[in-house]
C-alpha cells in the first residue's frame, strides 16, 4: 500500500513557473514508477510526465516537453515536478500516480496509486 500526498499548487501567472511536490509513504518508494497527470474541468485525466524507478529515465507529454520537469528522491520519498514557461492551458488539478512496474505508463489505468490531487491555476 502506498499513500500519496501532494503539495505545492497554487496561482502563478502566464510565464511563471511552480514546483509541485508528492510524498509517499511505505519503504518500497523506489520499487514504483511514478507519474504526474492533470485534469482540466470537464476534461479527461491526461498523462503529464513520468519517471522510471532509479530516476534514469523521464518522459513527458508533447504539450509540457521542454517546459516541464519530474524527478525524484528515494531517501525522501519524493516526486517533484517542475513546472516553466507555464500557460493558461496548463490551469488543472495535478495528480501523482505510482505504478509497481518497471516502465513508465502513459495512461490512467496503468496506475495502481493516486493522491488527492493539487490545484494549478496559470492566469493570462
Known amino acids: 500500500q502506498v499513500q500519496l500526498v501532494e503539495s505545492g499548487g497554487g496561482s502563478v501567472q502566464a510565464g511563471g513557473s511552480l514546483r509541485v511536490s508528492c510524498a509517499a509513504s511505505?519503504?518500497?518508494?523506489?520499487?514504483?514508477?511514478m507519474g504526474w497527470f492533470r485534469q482540466a474541468p470537464g476534461k479527461e485525466r491526461e498523462f503529464v510526465a513520468g519517471i522510471n524507478r532509479d530516476g534514469g529515465r523521464t518522459y513527458f507529454s508533447d504539450s509540457v516537453k521542454f517546459r516541464f520537469a519530474i524527478s525524484r528522491d528515494n531517501a525522501k520519498n519524493t516526486v517533484y515536478l517542475q513546472m516553466t514557461s507555464l500557460k493558461p492551458e496548463d490551469t488543472a488539478v495535478y495528480y501523482c500516480?505510482?505504478?509497481?512496474?518497471?516502465?513508465?505508463?502513459?495512461?490512467?489505468?496503468?496506475?495502481?496509486?493516486w493522491g488527492q490531487g493539487t490545484q494549478v491555476t496559470v492566469s493570462s
Open positions: 511505505g519503504r518500497t518508494f523506489s520499487s514504483y514508477v
Open positions: 500516480a505510482a505504478r509497481y512496474a518497471m516502465l513508465i505508463g502513459t495512461t490512467p489505468t496503468q496506475y495502481d496509486y
